[in-house]
DNA sequence: CAATCGTGTTCTATATTCGAACACAACGTT
DNA sequence: AACGTTGTGTTCGAATATAGAACACGATTG
């Protein structure tokens, strides 16, 4: 068993200032960052200095510290070949259905929104914004994805309560929602394995519909499939 | 004059390595990274170490290094209330005009896509996606925030080749750009100036049509003032 | 079976960072 | 006006977290 060296302190910190704005969404003080870093307030004046040196943080007009669009620059580079390949997929799915559409990958026991993308009329039009993150246990595309793994890597909670509902959408080839993560809506996920990178699924949200679940699915697969032959040939 | 006291090292470096990621597009070793960087292979180590713990860098199968699912979460938080009140007029903006219509703002020399949405019936999708970065002299979502700034705070190299035509701009109350980022595109954009917030603007993208740019102004100057409504009441 | 390329670990001198203290400006209150 | 408050930016010595060399190891490749 390897050692676990201890990590960089100062990078650590930096980051949890970015985490910390984050998750606030409103402009903070840089007394406030301290604070909830626990750390001196000249500390984390450095820090986020050098965190405006870099534009990832800026002032808005009080002073008051903000993240900067430089972060969604950064984060344009996230998996940006599966990006490019998957988002023409999903706009036509949303066309063709009339239904929101969007990519979730896995991160750790998260399932993370990649990118979405909105019919007209959006009723969830807030739904799944790029960057949503909900645990990966709850929502269709959430359980699209663990169907890719070996129950010894779902998350502690999950493996007694998903079995039987996770084999069921692996044998379908693909998972279903209802009222998990947005209420009242209905979701249908199919999975996106990529050789050598992290499990994904495609999905789609809807509130009431004409087509049954099972049609979705067989347009999201032919989606799934485009896009993995595009990426390993 | 205050002075500049220095910023921190470790920090910096590790976002280098978040940029170095983010520009490569590709995973990178450890080792390309440490030689980008100009550092000890060791100290290389150890930041991503540390990046990894926050999960803002994975690893593929392979071992080689990428940037993570994470980062897109924390770029979700960016101006968050802002693309919470512009999407849904985005939104709207692109089914009406069957334009693909974004937000674009200021960082720096640089004009930053915060979010886009694209039309039903999408003829040049893969035009501008959230995280495109570009000079802010170039384009008609640039000008539009150039319009909203004195000449002093404009990229040197822009103030005599644009005054004269972001001055007309100004007047007009939109810029246009034909040509320019996108290849045989043109661009249609309004200034979008909020109280204590970075300038920005909200643009549309199209190839031919039979709207006068006037004409698209107008609905885009509605939606700015929508969107300016909701954020300062 | 070398040679190469990659990862991960250990170690010490020292450069870097920490955190207290100081200086100052803007605002409200009494 | 004097006062406390709340915020920012700067200075500096001591302490420590970091830098970078060196070592160990496993895959691949020739």
Redo the contacts with the bound molecule.
């Keep these: 068993?390897?050692?676990?060296?201890?990590?960089?302190?100062?990078?650590?910190?930096g980051i949890r200032i970015l985490e910390v704005l984050a998750d606030a969404r409103i402009p903070?003080?840089?007394?406030?960052i301290?604070v909830r870093l626990e750390?001196?307030?000249?500390?984390a004046?450095?820090?986020?200095?050098?965190l405006e040196d870099h534009r990832l943080v800026g002032?808005d007009a009080s002073?008051?510290?903000t993240l900067g669009p430089r972060m969604a620059a950064l984060a344009a580079g996230v998996a940006h070949d599966l990006q490019a390949e998957a988002i023409p997929e999903l706009t036509a799915i949303a066309n063709e259905l009339g239904m929101t559409c969007f990519l979730g990958v896995l991160d750790g026991d998260d399932c993370i929104t990649l990118a979405s993308i909105e019919p007209r009329h959006a009723i969830a039009s807030v739904a799944q914004r790029p960057g949503a993150r909900h645990s990966v246990t709850v929502g269709a595309p959430g359980k699209a994805i663990l169907t890719q793994l070996p129950m010894s890597e779902w998350p502690g909670d999950a493996r007694a309560a998903l079995h039987a509902e996770v084999d069921e959408a692996r044998v379908r080839g693909y998972a279903t929602s209802h009222d998990e993560v947005i209420p009242t809506v209905q979701s249908v996920a199919v999975p996106l394995a990529l050789r050598g990178q992290r499990p994904a699924a495609i999905a789609v949200v809807h509130v009431a519909t004409d087509l049954d679940d099972a049609e979705i699915a067989v347009r999201l697969r032919r989606s799934a499939s485009a896009i993995r032959e595009a990426l390993e040939g």
């Design positions: 068993m390897p050692e676990s060296p201890p990590a960089s302190q100062t990078l650590s910190r903070l003080t840089i007394d406030e301290a750390v001196h307030r000249s500390v004046y450095r820090l986020l200095r050098t002032r002073g008051a510290v």
